[in-house]
Each structure stands twice: as structure tokens, then as C-alpha cells.
């Protein structure tokens, strides 16, 4: 968390206290850094050094307009997988030609839209979509550019909910029928192919997985061209993992090296794209959360926070680690091992187990790394409002999300007519 540091007992984002974005904002509350995310995305696009590529940041980990907007500025590209992201991009600045479609279950509506907006290409999932987006181009006259996301079939050594290139998924196209999909889409006439695709995961450790993939993508290339197919890009997708806990993933640098040798070294000079999420926002983020209660039950403390799995799902989802931390170190009350849990009505509304703290209630504790798939995936469960979402520059910090109130909650919803 370098751009979340503590000064002295109090921790900051860049250069605010975030207990003052703690009192004047309110909790549960997001907050991330603007300068974390600017040198998360700086280091992917360093690490290409000379290799021509496109860093398509998958909007799904974190939608935010201002996030949006910040990587816009940088000259981002953008990876979607609905109609509602392609909407965000454009808002906060994204060029349509800079933005790839991901997505099992793209819809007419959602492709016709696409293809209004002109964007840069379609990674299509299945030899049926290919023929739906035919026919939507061919009734807007114009030709749709495609990748086939081929499923490489490896294992990407992760939980098993975020493994997405292993043949027995819904992902993609199986290698086996990645030939055949391209002939289909080669005598397509409103079909243009531009590139292959592939994605195999999220919350990766370890380079070989990608590197797996990158030489059956290169392979594939190759037999593409005897076919008389030519590619123009490589796109091996998103999924670089971080550090939680204990996990020690390559460096975004490490890793897209490793890749661009792979692939110059095969005599292949194409454009690679990348389609990470989590490494540009993970650790750009914490989420902040207020201590209601402290109280023990059969001999177990329970720190019962203001935050709950409604906005912040990982750990109850996927059993995930992430570090929680007081945003004031205390030295009047001796630490104690609490379980740090929500207000849903859920025993599985566990934010951390176990977690040593020297707190009081209503103390304030941040749990880190919360900038990917932490907002996108709130919910109104238990009629519970959204949190804000803060965004802090240098010694600044704007609310780039006012929290949901209760009338936003109620106001798509309606009583029966009476009769
Ligand atoms: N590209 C495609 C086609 C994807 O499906 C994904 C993520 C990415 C890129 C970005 O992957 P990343 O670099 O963020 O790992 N909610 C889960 C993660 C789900 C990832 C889904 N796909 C979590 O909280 O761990």
C-alpha cells in the first residue's frame, strides 16, 4: 500500500488523514488513490517497453467514473463486458475505438449498441454469436472487427469461481473448435478478423499460467495463417493477482517482460493486449468501517462493524484474506482477537476472523486492498444503501460517489394499483 502509509499512529491516503475522510464523509466508505492507480498502470505500460501494446483496463473491477476517467487521462484502453460499462468508458472520457467486448452472453441490444459506438473490437465467446453479429452488422451496413476468445485450457491455479480458462467453463471458444470458429468467421461478409483472445483467471500467482496460454495463442496464430487467416493482435486478458496476505505474485513489470519475450522470441512482432483489473485498483483502495459494538459471545470477541458482506462480498464469497487495520494505532487498550463482522443478518458476514486489534468501539478500521470487485459488487441486501466512494489527490479528496439514500433505494419500486 505504498500510497496508504501511516504517519506516525494515523494512516493516510497520499496526503489525508483518512479519519478525516472518515468524520466528514461518513461510513462504510471507499477511498482510493488516484497516484496508486496512475503508477499501477504506468508499470504495466513500462514494462512493454518498446513492444507495440493496448493496457485495456477491465472495467468490471472498479466502474467508478472518476476511476474511469483517470485512466481515460493516461491513455488507457478498456476492457467491458455490458452495455452499462460501454456507457461508463464514454462518459468518463474512453474512446470507443479503445475498447474491446468481452462476455458469454452479449445481447442483440448490447452488440448493436457496440457497434453504433464503433468500437475496437468484439472477443467473441461462441460460434452463434458470431452469426448474431453478423446479421446486426449486416442490417447497420457496417463490418463488426472480432478476436475469438479461444479457452486455452489451463490451469490458472486459482479459486475455482475466478478460473476461467480451464475447458470445462462457460469461457470462451474450446481450442479444439478455435479453426473452425475462424472459418466460419472468415466467409462471415460483415465479419472482420482482427485478433485472438484469451482469458484464463483472476487472483494469478505465477507466470507460467500466463505464459501456457501465450504459446497456444502463438501457435494458434500460426495455423491461422496457413489457413490464410491473418492476425493483427494477441490479447491474453486480465488476471494478474496481488498481495492480500502471504501470496507473492510477479511484479506487473516481471510479468509482461516475460510475456513480450515469449512472444518476440517466436519471431511474432504483433501487438500483445493486456486486460488487467485487480492490479490497477486492487491496492488503490480501502474500505472504511466504524466498530458499533464490541462484545464477546461464548468466550469469542466480535468486533461488529458498520460494513457488511452487502458491501464488500470477497470474504464471504471466496473465503478471501484482506488485511483490516484501526486508522488510529491505540496504546491505552491492550490488543484482543476479534472476529470483524457485519451488520447482515448472515453468519457468513465475516470480514476477517481472527484478527488481532487493539481497538475501542466506534474506532474506525480501513480494510485494505479493497479497490478491485469491492464497490462493484455492493447490493441493497437487507435494504442496506450503498457506501461512498472517495477519491483522494495528493492532499485533496472529492466524493465521486455520494452515498445512496433512502428515497434512491425506494424510488424504482411500486405498490400494487388497489383495488
Ligand atoms: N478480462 C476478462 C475477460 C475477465 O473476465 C476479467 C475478470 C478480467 C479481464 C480482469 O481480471 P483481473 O485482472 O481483475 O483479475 N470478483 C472476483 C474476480 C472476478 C474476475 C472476473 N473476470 C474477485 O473478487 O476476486
Not at 510475456?259 to 512482432?269: D, K, P, W
Not at 484478527?355 to 474506525?364: M, N, P
Request: proline share 4%; charged share 20%; aromatic share 6%.
Amino acid at each position: 500500500m505504498a500510497f496508504f502509509q501511516r504517519r506516525n499512529a494515523e494512516l493516510y491516503a497520499e496526503h489525508v488523514a483518512l479519519s478525516t475522510i472518515a468524520e466528514q464523509v461518513g461510513t462504510p466508505c471507499y477511498v482510493y488513490s488516484r497516484a496508486q492507480i496512475e503508477s499501477n498502470w504506468r508499470d504495466y505500460d513500462q514494462g512493454f517497453g518498446t513492444h507495440p501494446h493496448s493496457i485495456c483496463y477491465a472495467v468490471k473491477a472498479n466502474s467508478n467514473l472518476a476511476v474511469l476517467g483517470v485512466l481515460a487521462e493516461l491513455g488507457s484502453w478498456f476492457d467491458i463486458v455490458s452495455a452499462g460499462e460501454l456507457e461508463r468508458v464514454l462518459l468518463a472520457g474512453g474512446r470507443a475505438d479503445h475498447i474491446v467486448f468481452s462476455g458469454v452472453a452479449k445481447t442483440h441490444d448490447e452488440l448493436q449498441r457496440a457497434l453504433r459506438a464503433g468500437i475496437h473490437c468484439f472477443d467473441v465467446e461462441s460460434v452463434e454469436e458470431l452469426s448474431r453479429l453478423n446479421r446486426i452488422a449486416q442490417n447497420l451496413e457496417q463490418i463488426a472487427p472480432v478476436a475469438v476468445r479461444v479457452n486455452p485450457d489451463v490451469d490458472a491455479k486459482t479459486h475455482p469461481y475466478i478460473a476461467t480458462g480451464l475447458k470445462q467453463t462457460k469461457f470462451g471458444v474450446s481450442f479444439d473448435e478455435a479453426i473452425a470458429a475462424y472459418r466460419k468467421a472468415k466467409v462471415l461478409n460483415n465479419i472482420q478478423i482482427i485478433g485472438v483472445a484469451a482469458h484464463i483467471g483472476s487472483q494469478i500467482t505465477e507466470a507460467a499460467p500466463f505464459l501456457s496460454a501465450l504459446e497456444r495463442l502463438l501457435a494458434l496464430v500460426k495455423d491461422l495463417k496457413g489457413e490464410g487467416i491473418h492476425i493483427k493482435h494477441l490479447d491474453i486478458g486480465g488476471g494478474l493477482g496481488i498481495r492480500y496476505h502471504t501470496e507473492s505474485p510477479p511484479s506487473s513489470q516481471q510479468l509482461i517482460a516475460s510475456l513480450v519475450h515469449v512472444v518476440q522470441t517466436s519471431g511474432c512482432s504483433l501487438p500483445l493486449y493486456v486486460e488487467p483489473g485487480r492490479s490497477i485498483v486492487g491496492n488503490a483502495g480501502v474500505l472504511l468501517t466504524k466498530i458499533e459494538y464490541l462484545k464477546s459471545n461464548a468466550g469469542k470477541n466480535y468486533a461488529v462493524v458498520d460494513a457488511g458482506l452487502n458491501d464488500l462480498l470477497r470474504p464471504a464469497l471466496y473465503g478471501a484474506w484482506q488485511n483490516i487495520v484501526p486508522l488510529r494505532q491505540r496504546s491505552d487498550v491492550e490488543p484482543a482477537t476479534y472476529d470483524i463482522v457485519g451488520p447482515v443478518c448472515e453468519t457468513g458476514d465475516l470480514l476477517g476472523s481472527q484478527r488481532k486489534l487493539a481497538v475501542c468501539s466506534q474506532d474506525v478500521l480501513a480494510i485494505a486492498d479493497a479497490g478491485a470487485y469491492g464497490y462493484v459488487m455492493s447490493s441493497n441486501y437487507n435494504s442496506r444503501l450503498r457506501s461512498a466512494e472517495v477519491m483522494v489527490i495528493g492532499d485533496q479528496f472529492h466524493i465521486v460517489r455520494k452515498r445512496e439514500t433512502i428515497n434512491e433505494l425506494l424510488a424504482a419500486e411500486s405498490l400494487l394499483p388497489a383495488n
